[in-house]
């Protein structure tokens, strides 16, 4: 047997290798271990279900056996969920998820210290954190600069991060105001008449908006930010002929938008302002795919160089594992046929 000490936390963690090729983590600092190992088990459950490897919990020892390769990824995956725990004092799903990601694991095994993989984005709710090294660069590009562009499937991150870079923001009072807008187009139904006044026929297209600010800040204080204007949502459609000063936007689904309505969009900038277009080219909705000017307004502005343009792919998932064979299978069917 060797043992191999983490230099950074060597008095929290060690690590022993055994023969069979099975690895021990023993964490010496009861809350640390507790967070990782999850109420009844269950994060150590998720782990193991992911990855394949058994998992055995016993004291303050993990024990991970199974082939060589997932019991380092297994390994990797705890390192990083202890510093998860560390940085936001809890373990979610998607933490399990993402612990178990290969860019995750890369970067882990990269560093010589277990380090944060990305900038916190605090919110009162929950820190969020970037997953994956596209993520890194959208985030980073949030921030940076005044008009970032997104293309990639779903559960990507793109428009959960914007929402949250945004609203960190706003609460920081380094803009005054949040405006979320998406097309208002039936994903491949027609749903005909909906009752109830006009934000009622239109809350429906945008509730996605919705859950994200709802997951980061309570309920309450959301729509207090509604109802004073510090957080509006609306359709694409109510953009035309408006300035946005000092405002963060994010223009969600935008691969249901029509080249003049990115312009649109686009157009809206003014002082101190910040515009997202995010969207999946893979899903569009409009009754002519061709009518889509997403794709079409990446290539028109890729030379802009206040323009980011970030590309995610199936590796960038960071929702449950089977939503990235899904995205996976799919576009290797696409690819068949092209």
């Known amino acids: 047997m060797k043992i191999n000490k983490q230099n950074k936390n060597s008095k929290e963690i060690s690590v022993t290798y055994a023969d069979d090729d099975s690895i021990n983590i023993s964490i010496f600092d009861n809350q640390i271990l507790m967070g990782v190992v999850g109420a009844f088990d269950n ?51 998607n933490d399990i998820i993402s612990s178990l990601n290969n860019d995750v694991i890369n970067d882990i095994k990269n560093q010589s210290t277990v380090q944060p993989l990305g900038e916190v984005i605090k919110t009162p709710k ?25 293309l ?37 139904e027609r749903l005909g008449f909906l009752p109830g006044d006009m934000k009622d026929k239109i809350d429906p297209y945008l509730r996605p908006l919705y859950d994200s600010l709802y997951d980061l800040l309570d309920y309450d204080k959301i729509q207090r930010k509604i109802e004073s204007g510090a957080i509006e949502i609306a359709p694409l459609a109510f ?32 002082e101190n302002s910040k515009l997202v277009v995010n969207g999946d080219p893979s899903q569009i909705d409009l009754p002519n795919k061709n009518q889509s000017g997403l794709i079409e307004s990446q290539n028109i502005l ?19 594992p089977l939503v990235i064979k899904i995205v996976e299978a799919y576009q290797k069917n696409s690819n068949d046929k092209g």
């Open 302 to 320: 890729k030379g802009i160089k206040e323009i980011a343009v970030i590309n995610f792919d199936h590796q960038d998932v960071v929702r449950h």
């Open 43 to 93: 994060n150590l459950k998720e782990l193991e279900r992911f990855s394949g490897s058994k998992i055995y919990f016993r004291g303050n020892s993990i024990a991970i056996k199974g082939k060589k390769f997932e019991n380092e990824r297994v390994k990797s995956a705890i390192e990083y969920l202890i510093d998860r725990f560390r940085s936001d004092k809890k373990i979610d799903r």
């Open 239 to 270: 953009m035309r002929g408006r300035t946005l000063k000092n405002s963060f936007a994010i223009l969600d689904e935008a691969q249901n938008a029509t080249r003049i309505q990115i312009k649109m969009f686009l157009t809206r900038i003014g």
């Open 152 to 188: 990639g499937p779903a559960g990507t991150g793109k428009t959960y991060l914007a929402v949250a870079v945004a609203l960190s923001m706003l609460l920081e009072k380094k803009v005054e105001r949040i405006i979320l807008s998406r097309p208002a187009v039936e994903a491949g």
């Open 126 to 150: 929950r820190s969020v954190i970037s997953r994956s090294k596209k993520q890194k660069e959208y985030v980073k590009s949030l921030k940076n600069n005044q008009i970032t562009m997104s």
